[in-house]
Every structure is written in C-alpha cells, then in structure tokens.
C-alpha cells in the first residue's frame, strides 16, 4: 500500500520479488526469509511477502511427509490474528479450467470433513460454515485458476486447563502449477465487526500474490523505459503503468512524505509539473528496492534516491531551479543519509513513521 504520511490514503505500489529466499528442502522448521525477503516455493514459484494485510511472516515449516506439503505462518503483533498458508501436492488432473474448480472444490469440501471430524472427536464445536465463493485467478498468459472460499467459525477446545476458545475463519483454496494453496485466517470471534472484513482482504491479497510471478515481466520493462527517460511522455506512461500495476499488490506499502508535494509545489513555479514527476520517482524508486526485499529502510532509501535523480534532471532542464530542501536532500543521498534524512522530515517524525 501507498500512503501519504498526512494519512491520506492512495492507491499501492506493487513490488516484483527477484531475489527470494527459496524454501528449504528438507524436513522441519525453518524462518522467514532474510532481508525482508519474500518465501518462495520453488516447486510451484508461488511466492508469499513477509508482511500480508496486517500481518508478519512468523516462519515456516516443511512437513515430514510430502504429501503434506510446506506451511507459511503469519501472526497479528498481538498474537491475536494467526494466518497460514499451505502449499501441497494436487494429484488429481486439472489442465482445464472446469478441472481445476472441480479439484479446488474438492479439497474445499475435504477440509471441510476434516473440520466435521474433529468437530465429533470434541477438538471443537458449534462448527457453522456459510456459501462459499469462487473467483478465477491469472497463473498466465490466457491462463487462470479457481479460487474458492469459504467463510466459517467453531468453538475450539484446546488441552486440559485451557478454555474453550470461539473464533471466525476464512479458508481459501486454489490450485497452482500442480500444487493446492490452502489458506485460513484467524480471527477471535468477538472480533467479528472488523475481523470479518480484515478476512475478505487478507486472502484477497494472497490470489494477487499468487498472480504475482506471472504479471512481473510487464512492470519490469515498465521500469526499465522509465529510467531511459523519466521526463518524457514515454517515461510517465511508465510511471502510470507502474503504479496501475501495484494498484493492489500484496508485496509493497509506502508512505510518501507531505514534504515532496510541498517541494515540488515550490519547483513548479520555475518546472512546470515537477509535482508530479517527483511523486512518480519515489513511487519507481520503492517499486525497484521492493523487487528484492520489503526492507523499509532498503525501500525508504531506493525512493528519496530516484526522487533526488529526478530533482536534478530538473535542474539540468532548468538551470535557475534551485529548493533549498531539495538540495539537502541530494546531500544527504549523496552521504548516504537518505533514510535518515526521510525519517526527520515533519510528516514521518511527527507521525512515528
């Protein structure tokens, strides 16, 4: 997501994961990516970001038999939420669209009776699943899956001494490249007002992550044509593609510092437009840092950097172009300092960001 740090809320910015962190061969836990890496399941590409609507990777876990598959767990800060996604073997043949919802739905309906199982062995109870919905999802050119969901909630009985614990749930499930996605978010039930909708978002964002590999290749030459020449018209219909792109892209959250509105406000009056083309170069410079890590300060320093670029290309164009503030920001990249220089600005400071 991209924000602006004043709390005005704009469309996100996608990110394409080059560099990930490959899931680990053999059995057992393992952690979550280093560098703010995305996890990538090498057997099927489908790659998952660290940080999912709210959420934080908290590591994974390949199971000891492979039919099970390989699970990617996320958590609340509190602890409250919990999310996991799991990633195992489709047997069944599903080369055609209609194969692939009569598989996906399958497995909806199997989980389903595992649930029912545990219901009757008194693991939980007050199982209540409501209609399910099914969407199609890109795996390719000319090529999609389904996704089916199921909202659901139970009284869970944990071990002797516990209480009994009632919560809401969504499970998702898709078919890719050969392998089942199983998704479930986890929310306490007297959390419902907001857990209900947090829950239509989270695995909203796990189909687009899912799209994710196989949309890259049009942003990367989006990207490429806009450091050719990021003033042209060519460069800003980049920059506009980019961001049309990452409308909703699971993998990047930005915030934009007021201050470059207000910089490239005083810019204007001698570079027409300079608003805008600042705003696109940090939007670009976050997308790039984005394609290999969700670091923030990797992402916050890649973005005041392509922004500090632009402010002197605008110089070379004209000559008498001279912001103070712009200035010491080319400074402070030029050192290096550019996180820091970001994170003492008003709008960021004042705000904790």
């Not at 989980?111 to 209540?128: F, I, R, T």
């Not at 857990?195 to 196989?214: H, L, N, Q, T, Y």
Request: charged share 25%; hydrophobic share 35%.
């Amino acid at each position: 997501m991209l924000r602006f740090a004043a709390l005005v809320l704009l469309p996100s910015l996608c990110c394409i994961a080059a560099e990930v962190e490959k899931s680990p061969g053999a059995p057992g836990d393992f952690p979550k990516p280093a560098k703010g890496s995305p996890w990538k399941h090498e057997e099927s590409g489908i790659q998952l970001p660290q940080k999912l609507g709210g959420l934080t990777m908290q590591g994974g876990r390949r199971h000891d038999t492979p039919d099970l598959g390989v699970s990617v767990r996320y958590a609340s800060e509190d602890g409250s939420v919990r999310a996991e996604v799991n990633v195992y073997p489709c047997k069944q043949p599903h080369g055609t669209e209609e194969e692939k919802l009569k598989v996906v739905s399958g497995e909806a309906a199997a989980v389903l009776g595992d649930l029912k199982k545990m219901e009757k062995e008194g693991a939980c109870s007050k199982l209540e699943y409501g209609e399910g919905e099914s969407w199609k999802v890109s795996t390719g050119p000319n090529e999609k899956t389904a996704f089916v969901e199921v909202p659901l909630s139970c009284v869970v009985h944990e071990s002797a001494g516990k209480a009994a614990r009632p919560v809401s749930s969504r499970l998702g499930v898709t078919v890719v490249s050969g392998y089942f996605v199983k998704v479930r978010y986890i929310y306490p039930a007297d959390r419902k007002l907001e857990g209900d909708p947090a829950s239509v978002v989270w695995v909203k964002k796990v189909r687009m992550a899912i799209s994710e590999p196989f949309l890259r290749p049009k942003v990367e030459e989006a990207l490429k044509k806009y450091h050719q020449d990021p003033l042209s018209d060519e460069g800003v219909t980049a920059a506009g593609s980019v961001a049309a792109y990452a409308e909703e892209s699971p993998f990047v959250s930005l915030n934009i510092p007021l201050e470059i509105v207000q910089w490239g406000g005083v810019c204007e009056k001698v570079a027409p437009d300079s608003r805008l083309h600042l705003l696109r170069a940090f939007i670009v410079g976050g997308v790039e840092a984005s394609m290999k890590s969700q670091s923030d300060d990797e992402v916050i320093a890649a973005g005041m950097g392509v922004t500090a670029e632009l402010y002197q290309r605008l110089k070379k164009q004209h000559t008498e172009l001279n912001v103070d503030d712009m200035e010491k920001l080319v400074e402070a990249v030029d050192a290096r300092k550019g996180v820091e220089f970001y994170k003492n600005l008003d709008s960021i400071s004042k705000k904790g960001g």
